[in-house]
């Protein structure tokens, strides 16, 4: 039997490990650079409110300013739990497990909230050409992403999950609001959409109430709305995959999400060699392509989480293909040998830590 660990699965050790990333990232959105401001000394404990917390497998952590901000922040967080007790693939009792143990029998009526996300990730599967699909459930059980094992996937396991990988078995009924998985090996996981899904809704949701500004980290989809009190942009340090203890660069940020992902976040480890948590919904096997992350600016936070594990799937040429004929977000990258490459629509957004070279390429 080979020997096996799980990197960031321990679930002892998770949310230890967890809070100390949140912790870290934080520092760089808030305080990098002298970024405290606006929510520095001079901002008074009335109108500052600050929520961190454990919700869909990780960290949470909301910070907003405002008349409103103490309720506001109540709200948010109780949305966000509300969305993992019905989202999570881990929960028996939730309406994803639900439509899961349905698979390849009749519809099931969820609630709205799922309903609309699970549209919002067969838009984005279609839209990445399925590079992205929400459908890879059961592949994330046999590489032991969800309980411990100690074996890789037998080619045999591996053919019968990807059997039922495609986001085109998911069949959606607007006038019931009911799902149906039409391969009985199909099985929903949405993972890579639901922190930035979340992150618009929370958008929609703090409109509502008197709030100036906010930093929500939803473990490590960072979004920002509106700016700080001098009107400047707040700084967002992407971290360098190759060594997270130094950053690429900055992403100077005002009303947009900036979502990352690398497979230094979640992995499995098996004899040296370690295994992405970022699914190869073609291949069945974890992602591996020559980028080590990718991190999206966008204002729609669904998309961004959506793209930046789609472009990591993709590998490098693919995904400036991609970029270049959508260029309605902004992209970073990070290449397995540590080259930058950047869109130009980022030009004067993204500040390469240390004058690192950065390469940019233009749409189409």
């Known amino acids: 039997m080979r020997n096996s660990s799980y990197g960031r699965i321990d679930k002892r050790s998770l949310r230890t490990r967890i809070a100390s990333a949140v912790s870290a990232v934080f520092i760089s959105v808030s305080v990098f650079h002298g970024c405290a401001m606006p929510f520095g000394k001079s901002i008074g404990q009335s109108n500052t409110a600050v929520r961190q917390f454990f919700a869909m497998d990780t960290m949470m952590r909301i910070e907003l300013q405002g008349k409103d901000a103490e309720v506001a922040a109540d709200a948010a967080q109780a949305l966000i739990e509300k969305y993992d ?148 942009a707040y700084k967002v340090a992407i971290t360098d995959p190759l060594d997270t203890n130094q950053f690429l660069g900055i992403v100077y940020a005002k009303d947009v999400a900036v979502i990352t992902s690398g497979g230094y976040e979640r992995y499995l480890e098996v004899e040296g060699f370690r295994y992405s948590h970022i699914m190869n919904p073609f291949s069945g096997s974890p992602s591996e392509t020559d980028l080590a992350s990718v991190s999206i600016v966008s204002t729609h936070g669904a998309m961004g989480d959506a793209l930046s594990t789609a472009l990591m799937v993709m590998g490098l040429d693919q995904a400036i293909s991609f970029w270049k004929n959508n260029p309605d977000f902004g992209v970073v990258m990070c290449t397995m040998s540590g080259e930058l490459y950047c869109s130009s629509n980022l030009r004067d957004v993204f500040i390469p830590e240390n004058d690192k070279e950065v390469t940019y390429f233009e749409s189409a």
């Open 85 to 232: 007790s019905l989202w999570s693939a881990l929960d028996e009792k939730s309406e994803i497990s639900s439509i899961n143990i349905s698979a390849g029998s009749g519809a099931i009526k969820v609630t709205d909230e799922t309903f609309q996300i699970i549209k919002e990730s067969l838009k984005q599967a279609e839209y990445t050409h399925g590079a992205f699909d929400p459908t890879v459930g059961l592949l994330l059980e046999l590489w032991g992403f969800r309980k411990e094992i100690n074996h890789i996937p037998s080619t045999e396991q591996l053919q019968i999950a990807l059997a039922g990988v495609s986001w085109k078995n998911v069949n959606v009924d607007d006038e019931d609001c009911s799902v149906q998985l039409a391969d009985p090996n199909t099985r929903l996981d949405l993972g890579g959409i639901a922190k930035g899904y979340a992150t618009d809704r929370l958008k929609e949701l703090l409109a509502q109430y008197e709030i100036d500004r906010a930093l929500i980290n939803l473990g490590g989809n960072i979004c920002v709305i509106g700016e700080k009190e001098d009107g400047s």
